[in-house]
């Protein structure tokens, strides 16, 4: 049963039975009220915004001299993504900027974070610029302002320049040299223009999933490369701060961290113990290294430690990157593969809360828990809601896609924990929606849409949901009732 049709019945329940306590609405499980909905309030000056990445959404994918990405060889290689899709035109966003920005312009928004995609500015990673490349980012950039948009930039969203791979990729130390140059180069040429920077995106979901799991670009499954590519990531993370601050005196860095709130399935020490081992390393272990300049424990031979680094990838981040997408239920489990902590451990959605068809689990609260134990653990620090959404799939007829009320009440009761958690102390500047467009879901291809816009990729019109439209008034009003 939708959250509506339960709150009708509960109330129809209360109207029989004249009994006025009764007549409240009754909510589901991990539900959030509708008063508290009501009387969520965000400051004026919040920034709303939306986020996408370029190989989601730019297409050109060898335009103007942009080299080939890790992700270019991996959707070319047949069987790889759903439905044989490609990034090669995908949103056409490189084409398509100005109406994307007029779309966001419409829908009041503060905040546009995109992706610099490595091999459309340097080819082949390292050595010569390719002009045109970099000039895209400014025309883009250049009308983000013009639109009152405030620019913010990931710089790595996994599409790693295919020639950086053929030297061994992130598991060459030398790479995270490589990344700082590049980093550096970034806020030479635009650091006029881009003021927020975050070197990553989910650095542990694409070091596991490309080097460990080999689910993802660059298909490699090898618990011994990932260990060696999370300590040059980590080593990046640090060096990348240190080269944006040297060529821009207004650089703001953070990095986008994948936060998934893990509950333990039972009570059991060992699933309370495993739990907060998913927190420690899935959440957690590149932020720590950030702001801790420490990882759980892991044997520092697999990682390449070499004594110093830790001075290297500690660096006080400006703010912190948070995505919020759901709470995650885990267990103890027999390892399969004791070099991967990821298999020691049984993860499973959560299955309590209202569920849209197709949809995932609604636990709001997990979200307000996740920012005030952040909160708590960093000593305040800002942080920026950098990606949040939710999904459905694409055989859902084009009117349900468009009028997408299970969407607008995701965000409502998400809005409305994040509201709570601003209003506890949790200093949260800015929420991106995932995402502007409807685009490029990596593997699944086009099958899962996550838009506040439908795109139709055969014609790429864009049509804005009602959940866009919703988003344009909360972003307008501060407010999330109509
Ligand atoms: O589409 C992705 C994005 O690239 C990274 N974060 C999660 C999103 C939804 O799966």
């Known amino acids: 049963m939708d959250r509506r049709n339960f709150i009708k019945t509960s109330l129809a329940a209360g109207a029989l039975t004249g009994n006025r306590a009764q007549?409240?609405?009754?909510?589901?499980?991990?539900?959030?009220?509708?008063?508290?909905?009501?009387?969520?309030?965000?400051?004026?000056?919040?920034?709303?915004?939306?986020?996408?990445?370029?190989?989601?959404?730019?297409?050109?994918?060898?335009?103007?001299?942009?080299?080939?990405?890790?992700?270019?060889?991996?959707?070319?290689?047949?069987?790889?993504?759903?439905?044989?899709?490609?990034?090669?035109?995908?949103?056409?966003?490189?084409?398509?900027?100005?109406?994307?920005?007029?779309l966001m312009k419409r829908l009041h928004q503060k905040s546009y974070r995109f992706s610099i995609s490595w091999p459309r500015v340097l080819p082949q990673g390292t050595g010569a610029i390719n002009q045109k490349g970099l000039d895209y980012y400014r025309r883009l950039t250049d009308a983000l302002h013009e639109a009152g948009i405030r620019p913010f930039c990931t710089i790595y969203h996994w599409d790693l320049p295919q020639a950086l791979e053929d030297r061994g990729g992130w598991p060459n130390r030398d790479m995270a040299g490589?990344?700082?140059?590049?980093?550096?180069?970034?806020?030479?040429?635009?650091?006029?223009?881009?003021?927020?920077?975050?070197?990553?995106?989910?650095?542990?979901?694409?070091?596991?999933?490309g080097y460990c799991i080999g689910d993802s670009a660059p298909r490699k499954r090898d618990a011994r490369l990932f260990w060696k590519a999370v300590h040059t990531v980590a080593l990046a993370q640090g060096q990348a701060f240190r080269a944006l601050k040297a060529a821009s005196s207004n650089a703001t860095v953070g990095s986008a961290f994948e936060c998934e709130p893990a509950v333990p399935k039972t009570d059991s020490a060992a699933d309370i113990a495993a739990a907060a081992d998913f927190d420690a390393y899935h959440n957690r272990f590149f932020l720590n290294a950030a702001m801790r300049g420490e990882y759980p424990a892991v044997d520092h031979d697999l990682l390449g430690f070499k004594p110093g680094d830790e001075k290297i990838m500690k660096v006080p981040l400006d703010w912190i990157g948070v995505h919020y997408y759901l709470r995650l239920i885990v267990s103890s489990n027999a390892a399969v593969d004791s070099l991967d902590p990821m298999s020691r451990l049984h993860v499973e959605l959560g299955s309590q809360g209202p569920k849209p068809p197709g949809g995932w689990e609604m636990w709001p609260n997990a979200f307000y828990d996740m920012l005030m134990t952040l909160s708590r653990d960093y000593n305040h620090p800002?942080?920026?809601?950098?990606?949040?959404?939710?999904?459905?799939?694409?055989?859902?007829?084009?009117?349900?896609?468009?009028?997408?009320?299970?969407?607008?009440?995701?965000?409502?009761?998400?809005?409305?924990?994040?509201?709570?958690?601003?209003?506890?102390g949790a200093r949260v500047r800015a929420y991106h929606v995932w995402s502007l467009l409807d685009n490029l879901e990596w593997r699944a291809g086009f099958t899962r849409r996550y838009g506040l816009a439908h795109v139709d990729f055969a014609t790429q019109a864009r049509t804005v949901k009602d959940s866009g439209l919703w988003y344009g008034r909360v972003a307008e009003t501060g407010r999330l009732a109509d």
């Not at 990034?87 to 994307?100: L, S």
């Not at 490589?178 to 070091?207: C, E, Q, S």
């Not at 409502?412 to 209003?423: D, N, P, T, V």
């Open 23 to 102: 007549a409240l609405p009754v909510l589901a499980p991990g539900e959030i009220s509708p008063d508290e909905i009501r009387k969520a309030r965000f400051p004026k000056d919040f920034l709303w915004g939306t986020a996408t990445a370029a190989f989601q959404v730019e297409g050109a994918w060898n335009t103007d001299g942009k080299g080939e990405s890790i992700w270019d060889r991996f959707a070319h290689t047949p069987g790889s993504i759903a439905g044989g899709a490609t990034g090669d035109v995908t949103c056409d966003q490189y084409h398509r900027f100005n109406e994307d920005i007029a």
């Open 178 to 209: 490589y990344f700082a140059d590049y980093a550096g180069l970034l806020a030479k040429h635009l650091g006029d223009r881009i003021t927020v920077w975050a070197p990553f995106n989910m650095p542990w979901y694409f070091t596991h999933d």
């Open 382 to 424: 800002i942080i920026e809601i950098t990606e949040s959404g939710t999904h459905f799939p694409d055989t859902l007829p084009l009117s349900e896609q468009l009028h997408d009320s299970a969407r607008v009440e995701w965000y409502k009761q998400h809005l409305a924990a994040l509201a709570r958690a601003m209003k506890d």
